[in-house]
Protein backbone atom coordinates (compact mmCIF):
# COMPACT_ATOMS: atom_id res chain seq x y z
CA UNK A 1 0.00 0.00 0.00
CA UNK A 2 1.30 3.28 -0.64
CA UNK A 3 -0.15 6.76 0.48
CA UNK A 4 0.04 9.92 -0.84
CA UNK A 5 -1.62 13.13 0.79
CA UNK A 6 -2.21 16.00 -1.48
CA UNK A 7 -0.65 18.80 1.35
CA UNK A 8 -1.98 21.75 -1.04
CA UNK A 9 -5.48 20.64 -0.43
CA UNK A 10 -5.13 19.40 3.32
CA UNK A 11 -6.77 21.69 5.70
CA UNK A 12 -5.34 20.29 8.85
CA UNK A 13 -8.74 18.71 10.34
CA UNK A 14 -6.52 15.77 11.58
CA UNK A 15 -9.23 13.07 10.90
CA UNK A 16 -6.58 11.01 9.52
CA UNK A 17 -3.83 11.38 12.63
CA UNK A 18 -7.31 10.76 14.89
CA UNK A 19 -7.99 7.05 13.15
CA UNK A 20 -4.57 6.20 12.30
CA UNK A 21 -2.10 8.24 14.75
CA UNK A 22 0.60 4.83 13.74
CA UNK A 23 0.64 6.59 10.38
CA UNK A 24 -0.44 9.93 10.17
CA UNK A 25 0.71 12.81 12.61
CA UNK A 26 -0.18 16.73 12.98
CA UNK A 27 3.11 18.96 13.65
CA UNK A 28 1.86 22.07 15.07
CA UNK A 29 -1.21 23.02 13.97
CA UNK A 30 -1.53 22.68 10.38
CA UNK A 31 1.47 20.74 9.39
CA UNK A 32 0.50 16.97 8.24
CA UNK A 33 3.91 14.04 9.02
CA UNK A 34 2.67 11.15 7.37
CA UNK A 35 4.11 7.02 6.47
CA UNK A 36 4.04 6.75 2.49
CA UNK A 37 4.19 2.90 2.81
CA UNK A 38 2.62 2.11 6.05
CA UNK A 39 2.45 -2.00 7.53
CA UNK A 40 -0.40 -3.78 6.39
CA UNK A 41 -1.14 -4.11 9.78
CA UNK A 42 -2.93 -0.39 9.50
CA UNK A 43 -5.02 -1.02 6.48
CA UNK A 44 -8.45 -0.87 8.12
CA UNK A 45 -7.22 2.27 10.14
CA UNK A 46 -6.09 4.23 6.63
CA UNK A 47 -9.21 3.01 5.12
CA UNK A 48 -10.97 5.13 7.58
CA UNK A 49 -8.99 7.86 7.74
CA UNK A 50 -8.88 8.00 3.81
CA UNK A 51 -12.66 7.75 4.12
CA UNK A 52 -12.70 10.31 6.74
CA UNK A 53 -10.83 13.48 5.01
CA UNK A 54 -13.39 16.49 4.62
CA UNK A 55 -11.50 17.56 1.62
CA UNK A 56 -10.34 14.40 -0.16
CA UNK A 57 -6.57 15.00 0.12
CA UNK A 58 -5.51 11.24 0.91
CA UNK A 59 -5.25 8.70 -2.04
CA UNK A 60 -3.93 5.01 -1.03
CA UNK A 61 -2.94 2.69 -3.51
CA UNK A 62 -3.25 -0.76 -3.12
CA UNK A 63 -5.80 -0.59 -0.65
CA UNK A 64 -9.04 -2.38 -2.20
CA UNK A 65 -6.53 -4.60 -4.05
CA UNK A 66 -5.09 -5.95 -0.72
CA UNK A 67 -8.79 -5.88 1.04
CA UNK A 68 -10.52 -7.84 -2.18
CA UNK A 69 -8.57 -10.79 -1.97
CA UNK A 70 -8.66 -10.61 1.94
CA UNK A 71 -12.92 -10.96 0.98
CA UNK A 72 -11.95 -13.58 -1.13
CA UNK A 73 -10.07 -15.88 0.42
CA UNK A 74 -12.52 -15.44 3.50
CA UNK A 75 -15.22 -16.62 1.29
CA UNK A 76 -13.49 -19.55 0.64
Do not use: W
Not at 17 to 26: E, G, H, R, T, Y
Amino acid sequence: MRLVVDLNKCQGYAQCAFLAPDVFAMHGEESLLYDPRPEDEQRERVARAVAACPVQAITADGLDRAGASQEASDVR
